[in-house]
């Protein structure tokens, strides 16, 4: 269902980018603008185990202005001195740090609707160029009976007074909030912030603390406030919604259809329990479908810092990202499929709604494929083509079921492991001598033994056992056993190319003929060959180096 929303032309630069109208703290000169909130510095840092030091905190802060947030909710200042410390350095840096266009992000600090936490949340904030003090208090009949213990009037009259006494400090910039707000009685929702805006709120945040409503519903009860509340006219409506049953992000662009012209949001959608609405989630969906469904809605976020503030905030809180989180999950533009790989290579507007620049992501390979177990010979063909490898459709098509059998194994192959693949496939010689199997025993009780099976270029297959002081010295000697070729292993050396306990592993030998020179039998090296091999079985890998180093010594004689 579109927005109702009325549409404005809104100014534009000469770059075609909306100009980010003139920040007044109860009003937007431009009806279709969103601010945008973030309070990954105050609500996501409260995720469990997300604790953020002072300094990593200005980082992010100072990444926070490069995306262009209008407001940035740097702490709760009355929490801890680390927090009071961290919103002042923000404050007195990001907060004062004005761009050619005039923008500078408001630095917000969290209060209790109490003196005492305003006082500090304000000697946290003020040095700001555009310092705002958010003060809330629950309002909800569960919170206020269980958690304050106190009647509606109580709480009426602590958050009139609270405002005014924010406002007497000398801030312009007050923004109540109503705790759990969803769960409220609308007709006292209705008289809280009708009297907050009379005491001077400039902003009414009106958040799902819970993340018990619907979107259906958040859209209501923004729509229901605008219609019934005195003064709301006069203020900016926000929204926090929190992710408790998966439609955070859902709510919160229902509340902007609605009339709400801030948003509050976390990168990566961190924050209580399940979390908050994702800034890049709701961002993006103004970004990329604003005009068609949401009646010309737009922000002044510049969207292609979204990836690295992603990567910032992952690092800096350890709350790593699932692979399909939307737009900045690992998984988000990458196609595995062999029909959706097709289709990307022909237009990658057939599976992609947005370009993965547009978030500042940069792709190994342009249309974003991952080459896995469901993956075709032309999606094959196609990078290999890119990474340099102009192959023979015979050629192609023998190392395509080897890369099938190596992704049944390892899911999905990165660029390394195809040229680690390529290198061991095509770019030999017809072998004379081909794995058949292998059986390796070894550790700590005893020799390691080893039984090989080679196959000749005949078709006939010859079985030899030995024993060695490790697993490659066993297997070495019963290849030696059935080549019967005099060779003397002159290096040898493995290097792990892709990352993880399924990675593959790539070896290199280098052998040398052996000749008998005089008669002490003294031995010299007459020539060299070297090999390769990979897979993620290490023994494997080293066999098939040392095959192929033997198939090249055995092709050069004949």
Request: aromatic share 6%; hydrophobic share 40%; glycine share 8%.
């Amino acid at each position: 269902m579109a927005c109702k929303t009325s549409f404005s032309s809104s100014p534009t630069s000469q770059n075609g980018i909306h100009k980010r109208p003139q920040y007044i703290p109860n009003h937007i000169p431009d009806t279709n603008y969103v601010r945008i909130l973030d309070t990954t510095l105050r609500d996501g840092e409260q995720s469990p185990g997300a604790g953020m030091t002072p300094g990593e905190k200005l980082d992010i802060a100072r990444q926070l202005a490069k995306l262009g947030v209008d407001i940035i909710e740097a702490g709760f200042p009355c929490a801890s001195n680390d927090d009071f410390n961290a919103v002042k350095m923000i404050a007195q840096e990001v907060g004062n740090d004005v761009d050619d266009d005039g923008y500078v992000p408001v630095i917000c600090g969290v209060a209790r609707c109490n003196e005492k936490d305003l006082i500090i949340a304000w000697e946290a904030v003020k040095y700001a160029k555009r310092p705002r003090l958010s003060t809330f208090i629950a309002t909800s009949s569960i919170h206020m009976q269980y958690k304050l213990k106190k009647t509606k009037d109580e709480v009426l009259e602590i958050a009139r007074n609270m405002v005014k006494f924010a406002r007497s400090l000398g801030c312009n910039d007050v923004q109540f909030v109503p705790e759990d707000a969803a769960r409220s009685d609308k007709e006292f929702l209705y008289q809280v912030i009708g009297e907050v805006i009379k005491a001077g709120a400039t902003t009414v945040d009106i958040p799902d603390t819970v993340g018990i409503t619907m979107p259906c519903e958040f859209r209501k009860l923004i729509a229901d406030l605008k219609a019934n509340t005195p003064g709301i006219e006069n203020v900016i409506i926000a929204t926090h919604c929190h992710n408790d049953l998966g439609v955070a992000t859902a709510n919160t662009l229902e509340g902007a259809c609605a009339g709400a012209r801030q948003l509050e949001v976390t990168i990566n959608g961190i924050g209580e329990r399940a979390g908050n609405a994702s800034l890049e989630e709701v961002v993006m969906a103004l970004k990329c479908r604003g005009d068609q469904v949401f009646g010309g809605l737009y922000t002044g976020i510049n969207t292609k810092h979204i990836s690295k503030t992603s990567k910032m905030v992952e690092e800096y809180t350890g709350m790593h990202l699932q692979p399909h989180k939307a737009l900045v999950g690992a998984n988000a533009f990458a196609h595995a499929s062999g029909i959706h790989q097709d289709g990307m290579l022909k237009h990658k507007a057939t599976y992609e709604i947005i370009s993965p620049e547009d978030i500042g992501l940069e792709r190994s390979n342009g249309a974003g494929i991952v080459l896995g177990k469901l993956s075709g010979r032309q999606a094959l063909k196609k990078r290999l083509g890119e990474l340099g490898y102009v192959l023979k459709d015979d050629e192609v098509e023998s190392l395509f079921w080897r890369f099938k059998a190596m992704a049944e194994k390892i899911k999905s192959l990165s660029d390394a492991d195809l040229i680690a693949l390529v290198s061991n496939e095509v770019c030999h010689e017809k072998p004379v001598w081909k794995l058949g199997d292998l059986q390796v025993t070894c550790g700590t009780l005893g020799l390691s033994t080893t039984t090989v099976k080679l196959v000749n270029f005949d078709g006939s297959t010859h079985v030899a056992c030995s024993v060695g002081t490790g697993p490659i010295d066993s297997t070495y000697k019963a290849v030696n056993l059935i080549v019967k070729e005099p060779v003397k292993l002159l290096e040898y050396s493995m290097n792990v190319v892709t990352e993880g306990i399924d990675a593959i592993a790539t070896t290199r030998v280098v052998i040398g003929k052996e000749k008998n020179v005089n008669a002490l039998r003294e031995e010299t090296i007459h020539s060299t060959f070297s090999g390769t091999g990979a897979g993620v079985d290490i023994i494997v890998s080293s066999v098939e180096a040392y095959i192929n180093a033997l198939n090249k010594m055995i092709s050069l004689e004949a």
